[in-house]
Structures are given as C-alpha cells and as structure tokens.
C-alpha cells in the first residue's frame, strides 16, 4: 500500500490550494483518512480526518472555516481543500489512512497519528509573500 500525496506548493497569504492523497493497493472509502502537517521544529498535527463509518470529520480549530476533507465521487482521491491561508499553515502536509483493527475499548481517536498506519510521504505547503 502506498499514498501519494500531491498539489503543495508556495502561495501567498490568502491564497488556495487543494491537496490529493492517491492510493495503490487500497480503496480509501473503506478507511478512515486524515491529513496531518509538521511545521519545523514543531510535533505532527492533525488537521482534517473523515471517519469511514459515518463520514464524520474532525478539523482542528486552527483551520476550521478555512480548510476542508472530502472523498472524490468517482476517483479513488481524498482532498483538502485549503483557503484563506496563512503563513503559519506552511508545514509538510501528510495523508494517511487507517486500515489496522482494534479492539473497541483501544481505538484511538480519529485525530490521533497512531491511528493510522500508512502514510503518504508528504508534500510541502509554503504560504509567504
């Protein structure tokens, strides 16, 4: 299984850009997802995650209103679409998706990076003017 994260790249303040996670060897409707970032010297966040059982999503305060998790209809994609963006959104941004079991008393939160096991190998957001 691999995840192929694209469409970063430099964009000033206020700007747009949606970023896709491919996969081979998956169907990522069938998983939870989620899309996380790493700043410099800071630890890996979560941004957006999209549960696989009801749709539900998380979205960190940080970027709520701003950035958004979607499924592709027809395509095998997962997006975030990211608007109105600031330089402290400028991080390595990382797609993942969960397709490891647990038990139920031991799930961990759909925001937490140690519920997913694979990992796309990130792509670089760099918002400056």
């Known amino acids: 299984v691999q995840l192929q994260a694209s469409g970063g790249g430099l964009v000033q303040p206020g700007g747009s850009l949606r970023l896709s996670c491919e996969p081979s060897?998956?169907?990522?409707?069938?998983?939870?997802i989620g899309w996380f970032r790493q700043a410099p010297g800071k630890e890996r966040e979560a941004v957006s995650c999209m549960s696989k059982a009801d749709g539900s999503t998380y979205v960190a305060d940080s970027v709520k209103g701003r950035f958004a998790i979607f499924r592709g209809h027809a395509e095998n994609t997962v997006y975030l679409q990211m608007n109105s963006l600031k330089p402290e959104d400028t991080a390595v941004y990382y797609c993942?998706?969960?397709?490891?079991?647990?038990?139920?008393?031991?799930?961990?939160?759909?925001?937490?990076?140690?519920?997913?096991?694979?990992w796309g190998q990130g792509t670089q957001v760099t918002v400056s003017s």
């Open positions: 993942a998706a969960n397709t490891q079991k647990y038990a139920s008393w031991d799930v961990p939160s759909l925001d937490s990076p140690f519920l997913y096991n694979y």
């Open positions: 060897g998956i169907v990522l409707n069938y998983y939870n």
